[in-house]
């Protein structure tokens, strides 16, 4: 970085940027938190709803893909009505949902009202960062990005603990009633602190692109799930997943033609955008799917109750908090590099689970992850912002949100599958162990296929910054019209 912009990285966060940051904060929180802390009570929905792990992980799955769905909207919402309005909407719908999952009285019910939840949450983070970007400098980004990481570093940590706590000291349900009074006490916060944005044209709603990335990221996760249940081939499995590739298809064919596209794929002519994009999806799927298998191995193959499980967990959490002070200190891309070869390192030793894993290095282990976990993901997205012109900041937001909700949805939906086959299979302790292991090998092939975007994003860095000291021009900016 030039002394220019580490000054002006170093600049004191502005009063309105602070308040965005904080209220944004409280929103974020409740998403994330909502992302994991579930993980620990999938195995007492099991037997509570009397549905099979199949099943029950579609509480999960749901809210996973209503959040990739509804997100592609946030940014023309936003446009279109205020980012400040669509964000209380947004937090709004998601109490609402918390309520609904509460009141749930069969798995089915659950899974409706967490998608209803999954609608409201999946905007607030996108919107969020509307708000936040519109008060900060391209230099004070990173630093930005590593505050506004928090909730995604806590929920890993705070999550598994407190559906624990929950569970055990009240029932499922408390870990819904949750989030109500927070959820309000958010509302009321961001009324009266949040600039109120002025409505604004935003040109008419891309219906079509909708309904086809709707179609598409529904009928893909839903194949893939059902593929893996069916434990061969099934009609309807492969019926979903190709009418989701073709949805797909033609979504990209869509968004290249129209003028005014649901998402602008266009971003996509920047190599360092294009890089961060795909590492985020690849991470998503290995981190979001991957936390599921921790809670589930220590409860079915170590008989832990679900406080145990949850202070299992929890290093992973630490470990995320550990590399934040090394998040902005360099490149986004070298830095994401090394986190997401850090987290290849620490997923080898989940393959080998026994029935007998000592839990110091389990901890030990899962530190290591997590310290990849920051490394990775929160760097990648700080180098797709940076990539990009301030002005095209509103329509990437939402295309990196959806790519990690996918990734983390597939993972998800495809992992529990791969494990539901394997512990059908294997009855015994041993057997099961052996099954989480086989399953930990499919998280560890993800995520050496997330190290290679990385790597693509650190050569454009060193490119781009070559051509700077050079003193032409950097292509990153210029590649997006």
């Known amino acids: 970085m030039t002394d220019v912009t580490i000054k002006a990285a170093d600049e004191p966060f502005s009063p309105a940027l602070r308040r965005s940051v904080g209220v944004v904060m409280i929103g974020a929180s409740l998403s994330f938190l909502d992302s994991t802390i579930v993980n620990v009570a999938l195995h007492t929905l099991s037997v509570d709803l009397h549905a099979g792990l199949g099943t029950v992980q579609w509480v999960v799955t749901a809210y996973l893909l209503a959040l990739a769905a509804v997100i592609p909207v946030t940014g023309w919402a936003a446009r279109r009505f205020g980012a400040t309005q669509v964000y209380v909407a947004a937090l709004a719908v998601f109490t609402l949902g918390s309520v609904l999952c509460a009141c749930s009285q069969s798995v089915g ?142 979504f990209v064919t869509h968004a290249l033609r129209t003028r005014q596209p649901l998402l602008d794929l266009r ?3 920047n190599r360092s955008f294009t890089a961060a994009s795909i590492a985020l999806l690849a991470l998503g799927a290995a981190n979001f799917g991957g936390m599921i298998l921790m809670p589930l191995y220590l409860q079915t193959v170590r008989g832990q109750d679900v406080i145990i499980a949850g202070l299992l967990v929890a290093p992973t959490g630490l470990g995320a908090l550990l590399s934040v002070p090394f998040m902005d200190r360099y490149r986004p891309g070298i830095t994401s590099f090394t986190g997401a070869a850090i987290l290849v390192v620490a997923t080898i030793p989940f393959v080998f689970l026994t029935a ?16 990849g976990f920051g490394l990775s993901i929160v760097p990648a997205m700080t180098a797709a912002y940076q990539a990009l012109p301030p002005d095209k900041i509103s329509h990437a937001t939402p295309q990196l949100n959806v790519l990690q909700r996918v990734g983390g949805a597939i993972g998800t939906a495809v ?15 041993t057997g099961q162990a052996s099954g989480f292991g086989t399953t930990f090998l499919w998280v560890l092939a993800i995520t050496i296929a997330a190290t290679v975007p990385t790597i693509l994003l650190t050569h454009t860095e060193h490119h781009s910054r070559r051509r700077a000291d050079a003193g032409k021009p950097e292509e990153a900016p210029d590649a997006v019209h």
């Open 109 to 250: 019910m659950l899974i409706a009202s967490r998608a209803l939840q999954g609608f409201g949450g999946g905007a607030i983070m996108p919107v969020g960062t509307i708000l936040w970007t519109a008060q900060s400098t391209k230099a004070q980004m990173g630093r930005v990005m590593s505050v506004m990481s928090i909730p995604i570093l806590f929920a890993p940590t705070l999550g598994p603990v407190i559906g624990g706590l929950l569970i055990q000291g009240i029932d499922w349900r408390a870990i819904f009633w949750l989030n109500v009074p927070f959820g309000v006490a958010g509302i009321v916060l961001a009324l009266r602190l949040l600039p109120r944005g002025r409505a604004g044209d935003a040109g008419r709603l891309d219906m079509i692109g909708l309904i086809l990335a709707s179609a598409a990221t529904v009928g893909i996760t839903y194949g893939l799930a059902e593929l893996g249940i069916a434990d061969g081939l099934d009609t309807s499995a492969i019926v979903a997943l190709v009418a989701g590739l073709v949805a797909l298809a033609g």
């Open 415 to 429: 992992l529990t599958v791969i494990l539901t086959n394997q512990l059908r299979h294997h009855p015994t302790p």
């Open 267 to 269: 971003l996509y002519a």
């Open 356 to 371: 007998s894993t000592p839990y110091v290095l389990l901890c030990l282990v899962m530190v290591l992850r997590g310290v």
